[in-house]
């Protein structure tokens, strides 16, 4: 590889990538594919929710983040709107790495989507669950992706609060609402949901701790799945506590009317209480 200037945009957004858990920002550090001893030392790193990330390389403060950010600092041109919204357009997320003075470089980073994620949308679908992302990345990306898997809506260019509102909004309207997330950002939306899922192979361990759920790794057919296996669990604990019930008060029937027997008094307990045990054993099975 050639040799890079100590300035080149290139090394200091993997240096300040490297410090942040943002899927973008870790693709644009990978990306790199620099040494260790080629990264600078970031100091006063500080993760911007929402927006991205800022820090001190060599005495000089730098800014790697989204749109917003370059907006809130001010350095928004004509000419840079018009390069970062060509790139939103073809559905890729756009880092922005700028000092004090002037935008340096942009990373366009584009997601792709995995079929397993497309299968399961599609098995949540036939459960009967709608569903929405959320997303710091700009519209046209969240809908290009949104489109791509089936998602039945999208919304872009939130924040954490941003993301929150919308689960309060939902739960407003009614609805049961399951949040999955696996960052920072995701942590107040996966509090406020009825039930969150942490993707713990990818998550932060903010996520992780505030979610309901974590699945261990990063398929999310396992949501799916983790909905299937309620629904059955469910059943089974109605029909074991329906069972119970029901042969208990027929035991009570017949001790008021004299017919009652030892045998009886035994199935009506232990016997039960077997069945119910084999019952719910049929759960491994799934």
């Avoid at 929402?50 to 730098?62: S, T």
């Avoid at 399961?120 to 809908?143: C, F, P, V, Y």
């Avoid at 898997?149 to 399951?178: H, M, S, T, Y």
């Amino acid at each position: 590889m050639a040799e890079i200037s100590e300035l080149d945009p290139q090394i200091i957004a993997a240096s300040l990538g490297g410090r942040s858990d943002h899927p973008a920002s870790k693709a644009i550090a990978k990306h790199a594919a620099l040494d260790a001893s080629a990264l600078k030392l970031v100091e006063n790193f500080e993760a911007l929710p929402g927006r991205g990330v800022k820090g001190i390389v060599e005495g000089e403060l730098y800014h790697l983040g989204n749109h917003r950010l370059i907006e809130e600092l001010g350095l928004g041109t004509p000419q840079l709107n018009e390069s970062l919204s060509r790139l939103e357009r073809q559905g890729k997320t756009v880092v922005a790495l700028s000092n004090a003075t002037q935008v340096m470089a942009l990373f366009a980073v584009a997601d792709t989507a995995k079929d397993s994620s497309q299968t399961a949308i599609k098995e949540l679908h036939e459960l009967g669950i709608r569903t929405m992302m959320l997303t710091g990345d700009n519209s046209h990306t969240a809908q290009a992706i949104a489109q791509q898997v089936g998602i039945d809506e999208a919304r872009g260019n939130l924040r954490p609060a941003d993301k929150l509102e919308a689960i309060v909004e939902l739960q407003n309207r009614g609805r049961v609402v399951g949040m999955v997330g696996d960052g920072i950002n995701d942590a107040p939306a996966l509090a406020k949901s009825q039930i969150g899922f942490a993707m713990a192979a990818a998550g932060t361990g903010t996520a992780i701790e505030t979610a309901d759920v974590a699945l261990m790794d990063d398929d999310l057919r396992k949501i799916p799945a983790f909905f299937r296996l309620s629904r059955q669990a469910a059943t089974v604990l109605k029909q074991n506590i329906g069972f119970a019930l029901g042969v208990k008060a027929l035991f009570l029937v017949f001790t008021l009317m004299g017919l009652a027997t030892m045998w009886m008094a035994v199935f009506a307990d232990v016997g039960v209480s077997l069945l119910v045990v084999l019952n719910g054993l049929r759960l491994l099975k799934k």
